[in-house]
């Protein structure tokens, strides 16, 4: 019985699969530029004579990989130019790397897998099977039951359509039939899930403003993401889902396909993990994600790879982040942080600043660790800047 169950399941997802492939061969229209492309020798000269950039690129792009790379495509025609273009041309970048496509994780490992497993802090470039935890058994609790520093807690997810491209290739027509296919089972949702689909392309401007600045919304002012092709066509098959409390949300074709989100006030961990994972069990029944041994669920930026979940809660912390690092000229804050493999980032998401000493607190690793042990990370971490906060 259980046999024919699951025989069943891999024809309706091998159906799912050749259904999405072929889907993106028929919006595959020839190349409509947008995004302008710079050789890759261009790009290298202004990578290699800059002596003051810390990016991850720099450190691992050597004149020896850059060499062996810089003719490579993958089967779609990705190059090491659609990779880098945002780290050379943003010197500044914490990162500078994105995966041209799918592919590119292997065409260009030579340098991404170093990267990878840098900013991931693993030996090797390897994820194990998803593993959320047992839901019905799962107590991760509410890490500020008092309301005391835990403004808000949000937990978001990556994920990739199989058989589509990522920014620099999608097509005009691929990332609305995206968009369709999205929408579609996004309205199966029931119960607390349902909810409504917002285009941006027919949002009125003030709606946009007030979704963006009470944290729901993206906007499209990310220089880095500019670079790598991430706006390309914008708005066209962009938008926001969101269920009627607004606690579960979807964004469609910001940096990836799909980012699922799930959040409210406070800081009730357990309730915003379940309503998630909830969420994706019901949406991978209707959707096919791009998952791979080697990569987890495959993502865009190769920070994200992996379980690609960021915890966060938006928390006040004045004392720490005033308070001087004993280890040169950082804070209190940053040096908890990088012991607990936490990423502090400002109250309107990344590269922006902290208000009135309310910062967003997040897991840093998304690879090479379960989504439990993900998620337990960020708690046992914001649990120690809690602690260490109320000992200043
Ligand atoms: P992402 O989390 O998808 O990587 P950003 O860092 O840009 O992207 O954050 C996206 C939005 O989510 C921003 O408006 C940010 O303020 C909001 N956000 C992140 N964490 C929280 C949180 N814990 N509570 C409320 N809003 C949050
Ligand atoms: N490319 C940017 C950098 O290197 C962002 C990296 C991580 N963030 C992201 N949204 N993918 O700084």
Redesign the pocket.
Known sequence: MYRRYLDQLNTQTTQLISEQQQLAQKTKMSAEPEYKKIPVDELWAKLSAASDCK???KKHLTLERYEALKDKKTSIGGDLGDCIQ??CM?L???????ACDPEGYDTFALVLDEVIKDYHKVDKVWHPAPCFGDMDNLDLGDLDPNNEMIVSTRVRVGRSHTGFPFPPAASKDQRKAMEKMTVEALNTLEGELKGKYFSLETMNKEEEKQLIADHFLFKND?R??RE?GGYNFWPVGRGIYFSEDKKFLTWINE?DHLRFISMQMGGDLGAVYKRLVKALGKLSEKLKFAHNDKCGYV??????LGTTCRASVHIKVPKLAAAPSTKGNKSKLEDICAEYNLQPRGIHG??TESVGGVYDISNKRRLGLSELDAIMEMKNGILEVMKAEKAL
């Open positions: 990016s991850l690129l945002s780290g943003n500044d970048s914490g990162v500078g790397i994105y990310d880095f993401l790598a940096e993502t865009f930026c190769p920070t994200n990344e590269h």
